[in-house]
């Protein structure tokens, strides 16, 4: 069975945003403030001019990690949360009744609560809007100018993403919560 | 009698004009209620090639339309150019359709300019209203075509436009040249023969100065570069007053004063002249006025020590730069820049740069700057009439060489001021907006007041489309087939836009309404030539009117359907025609080229089949070689080789600061201002003030400033930061609109257009936009 994944080469991101602009369009997040899937984490430069320092400006982009141990699955009092196939963390929006224990218990601000659904939504790896219609990318990753994004199975030695991970190295994000995160940052 | 028909005749053949689909574009010559937002139609789930026009660059994209919706778009991954993307605006382009704020019907101003007043009616009486005005304006002024303006945005159908203007036989056409890109290409084409390609794909060493590739997108060179930045193969050094997104991506931020940029290069140059870095062979073999130029450097003393105190670059960072840029060549480029309208010594800064990255020998090789290799479509010439009484060009004299796309201030000013030779009347524009586009726009304003007749063509009601008398709503990109365009370049191809849904509401594209109007307008107007052209009533004495109108019928070029045209004009590659209606792009042994290479990557050609060398060291300059000095232009007041001016100086007073205007990734210009999801990421511009400064001023994050300058003032919001200099402002150009019909544009962040000075270059009197001194104000 499938695991899917992430890897993001990271050093590629201008901060441009196509990626946000791609997710709204093609998963209905609603143009409004708060609403948003996935992000470009910034870090603002550090120094005073003329002497910034060029590596302390950075761009992060960011979206839920689909933790094989996902704190907002444990606390959901509904499980409306859920693994789904793949191993993607899903929402049932029948059973979500907007308590937003999740929303508390995730450790990366992965999720918002959808005014159109009334439901507390997040990245679906585009499960719905794109794998399900026989494509292999997510919206994020085939936008991207710079190509940053990776999606694909961890449990398949030879997809991409798996030789991506053999041969380079690689940091997870707040991997010591033991939320075991899919989301891997290329050095 | 004869005489004079045959001089006429002999001029029709020097003026011929292309008709055809499609348009040959080198990458260089870039140059309904909002309750019902979409008829839905059917039940139909159909995936149609287009190509965006969100921004210059024109990305592949395929648009999903169900059941009579756009969808979504996504990056068409068989365009060489965009390499399988869509950026943010790429996306957007979804709102500009359904944005409820769109043209939806022909309109006629009803009230006074610019009290936003206009009545709705039929494409006919549209026409018929500018009939009647047109041939009166005409008539009165003798059939002097030149009386009326032409302008346009830039777009595929720019050329569709065109051929009116051609038609119609007027001197003056503007466009964004000269707010833009003129003196960088006119800078590099004297110099080393074109404009040309950065081949930042292969470049080992890139100088990127005043050019923000992260943030002002132009494929491929965004997508090409920031793969390989951070120590994987190319090196980048980012010279600017402001720490960018590209800055931080790169290996060396330099900041440096604005407008100094020229003493920079300078200073690079004597480095690699005196330490004698430069590529040898190359120089010797290919270059023009070397030991002139040699000269001049040395014994001006452009040293690096000389270079800090203008620039404010360190000297020792000027020698590492100079050294580790020859070090890389010939795979090092001085990156050419597109947006250049800064300072008065713009031209020779661009001059100096390519001068300077022909030091190291690359040009026209892998990793420097290439020239690539077109794809030539078929184009079927006509022939456009010869005007007697069209007098030319006004504001020719008031730069060294004013070309065919014109000076924007210049030709504005002219005419505020009462120095044209002739009055100008009348303005047809397409999709531009001198409002927003061009400095000072109170003058702006006041010069489309002037005018008797302005006809405006566009999808939304910007602040030009407020000062019109005339509306005539296009349709979006969305709803067009489009002249189809060949992109030259290292990898060339042909790109078509394919309508992906019928246009919405009245809206039509722009060759049907060249067409509808032309066909009102072409007796009318040539029962005008006819009373004031003796050539023109001579050869109807010689021949018969029949034969004579045919000659000045307006309505030639937009007899055919553009779909058809787009047949024609690709009909040497064999298939092409219908492989670009069904996917959107074409170029031989695409199948054979085209691969899959990884999950995000594709090859367009093979390597050895890429164009990085074509010229076989032959430049297209007049001595075939790269030219140092340029005597020719000395005769016009310019500068035969880059001089640093002292009045190139500027002094900023205590307390005020310089004003720089540029962009975002999230904004084309003032295109995007009211598009939904773009201000959705970016909700307003900012004003950028260096933060020690604003904490002195006792000014935070979100302060409401009043920036003001000589011409006008502006209110934003303050961004303290140290990404700025202290004697710097800056702002994203785009906001701040004026005109109350973009609701959510209106009012909305600072307008550069309200601050910044006119001046000219004396080159080709394009824009000084860094030019302004001004100050700020809590309010």
New interface residues.
């Given amino acids: 069975m499938a695991r899917y994944g992430m890897a993001l ?1 990271y ?2 991101c ?5 990626c ?3 997710c ?3 998963n209905g997040v609603l ?3 708060d609403h948003y899937r996935i992000w470009v984490g910034v870090k ?2 550090e ?4 002497n ?1 320092s ?1 590596a302390s ?3 992060h982009p960011s979206q839920c990690q689909h933790c094989d141990n996902a704190p907002c699955q444990q606390v959901c009092p509904t499980n409306a949360t859920y693994y789904g196939e793949g191993g993607m963390v899903m929402v049932d929006p029948t059973k979500c009744i907007l308590c937003t224990y999740c929303i508390n218990a995730c450790p990366y601000d992965a999720r918002y609560v959808d005014n159109r659904t009334n439901t507390v939504d997040k990245c679906t790896f585009c499960s719905d809007t794109r794998l399900a219609n026989g494509e ?2 997510t ?1 994020c ?7 940053v ?4 199975d961890l449990d398949d030695p030879n997809s ?1 993403i798996s030789l991506l991970l053999a041969n380079k190295e690689y940091r997870q994000v707040k991997e010591h919560l033991g939320t075991k995160p899919k989301l891997f940052y290329i050095l | 009698m004869k005489v004079e028909i045959s001089r006429r005749r002999f001029l029709q053949g020097s003026v011929a004009m292309s008709i055809a689909g499609g348009v040959s574009m080198s990458s260089s010559s870039m140059m309904a209620s909002a309750a019902t937002p979409a008829k839905k139609v059917g039940n139909e789930d159909k995936k149609i090639a287009t190509l965006c026009e969100m921004c210059v660059n024109k990305c592949a994209a395929i648009a999903h339309v169900r059941n009579g919706v756009v969808e979504k778009l996504d990056p068409n991954p068989l365009f060489p150019k965009s390499r399988n993307m869509l950026c943010a605006r790429g996306n957007s382009g979804i709102q500009a359709l359904y944005d409820p704020d769109r043209l939806k019907y022909p309109l006629i101003r009803d009230g006074e300019k610019g009290s936003g007043k206009f009545k709705r009616v039929s494409w006919d009486e549209a026409y018929a209203y500018i009939n009647e005005k047109l041939t009166k304006i005409l008539d009165e002024e003798k059939d002097n075509r030149s009386t009326v303006a032409f302008c346009a945005g830039e777009g595929m159908a720019e050329h569709t436009f065109k051929s009116f203007f051609t038609m119609f036989g007027s001197s003056h056409f503007l466009n964004h040249a000269s707010l833009c890109l003129a003196t960088t290409v006119s800078g590099y084409s004297l110099t080393i023969g074109g404009y040309g390609i950065a081949d930042l794909d292969n470049a080992k060493y890139v100088i990127m100065a005043g050019a923000n590739r992260a943030e002002a997108i132009v494929t491929p060179d965004t997508m090409d570069m920031f793969k390989r930045t951070n120590g994987r193969g190319a090196k980048l050094i980012t010279v600017d007053p402001r720490f960018t997104n590209t800055a931080a991506k790169s290996d060396k931020w330099l900041a440096i004063n604005v407008g100094t940029d020229l003493a920079f290069v300078l200073a690079l140059t004597y480095v690699v002249i005196k330490e004698e870095r430069y590529n040898k062979a190359f120089v010797e073999n290919y270059f023009n006025g070397f030991e002139e130029y040699k000269n001049h450097i040395l014994n001006n003393n452009y040293t690096p020590e000389w270079a800090e105190k203008i620039t404010g670059i360190k000297a020792k960072d000027i020698y590492e730069v100079a050294r580790d840029f020859m070090a890389h060549a010939p795979q090092a480029i001085y990156y050419q820049g597109r947006r250049t309208t800064w300072s008065k010594n713009d031209f020779q800064l661009r001059r100096a740069q390519a001068i300077f990255s022909a030091l190291g020998g690359g040009i026209d090789v892998k990793g420097g700057i290439c020239f690539g290799k077109s794809l030539p479509l078929v184009e079927h010439d006509a022939v456009a009439p010869m005007y007697a009484q069209a007098k030319p060009r006004i504001e020719k004299d008031e730069a060294a060489v004013v070309g065919g796309s014109g000076s924007w201030v210049a030709f504005r000013n002219m005419v505020l001021e009462n120095r044209s030779p002739y009055p100008i009347r009348a303005l047809f524009n397409y999709k531009h907006n001198p409002m927003q586009n061009m400095p000072n726009n109170a003058k702006t304003a006041e010069f489309l007041k002037k005018l008797d007749l302005v006809v405006t063509i566009d999808t939304m009601p910007s602040d030009t489309v407020m000062l019109s008398d005339v509306i005539l709503p296009e349709c979006t990109y969305l709803e067009r087939t489009d002249p189809v365009v060949s992109y030259g370049g290292i990898e060339p191809s042909i790109a078509q836009r394919n309508k992906a849904i019928d246009p919405m509401f009245e809206s039509k594209p722009v060759m049907e309404i060249m067409r509808g109007l032309s066909a009102k307008l072409t007796k009318p107007l040539f029962e005008i030539t006819k009373k004031y052209d003796e050539d023109v009533q001579s050869a109807i004495e010689d021949d018969d009117e029949e034969t004579v109108y045919a000659e000045f019928d307006l309505t030639k070029p937009f007899a055919h359907d553009q779909a058809e045209l787009n047949v024609n004009a690709v009909a040497k590659y064999e298939g092409a025609a219908d492989i670009l209606k069904e996917k959107g792009v074409f170029y031989p042994n695409m199948n054979e080229y085209f691969k899959k290479v990884g999950v995000n990557d594709y090859e367009y050609y093979p390597e050895h089949k890429r164009a990085y060398s074509v010229r076989n060291m032959k430049f297209n300059t007049p001595s075939g070689k790269i030219e140092c000095s340029v005597p020719a232009l000395a005769k016009k007041g310019i500068d035969a080789m880059p001089v640093w001016r002292s009045e190139y100086e500027m002094a900023i007073p205590a307390g005020k600061f310089r004003f720089i205007t540029g962009r975002h990734a999230q904004f084309t210009q003032s295109g995007t201002s009211n598009n939904r999801l773009l201000l959705n990421l970016v909700p307003q511009n900012y004003a950028w003030i260096n933060k020690r400064v604003a904490e002195k001023l006792g000014i935070t994050f979100g302060d409401k400033l009043e920036v003001s300058s000589k011409i006008g003032k502006t209110t934003i919001k303050a961004y303290p930061t140290e990404k700025i200099g202290p004697d710097t402002l800056f702002f994203v150009h785009g906001f701040g609109v004026y005109s109350k019909a973009l609701s959510l544009g209106y009012n909305n962040g600072g307008n550069d257009a309200a601050i910044i000075e006119d001046g000219i270059e004396p080159m080709h009197g394009s824009s000084c936009l860094h030019d302004t001194i001004v100050e700020i104000r809590k309010v």
């Fill in positions: 080469n050093k590629n201008i901060n441009c945003r196509a946000e602009s791609a709204k369009e093609e143009l409004l403030p603002e430069a120094g005073q001019f003329p910034i060029i400006q950075t761009y292999t990318t919206a990753q085939a936008t991207c100018p710079t190509k994004r990776v999606f694909g991409e």
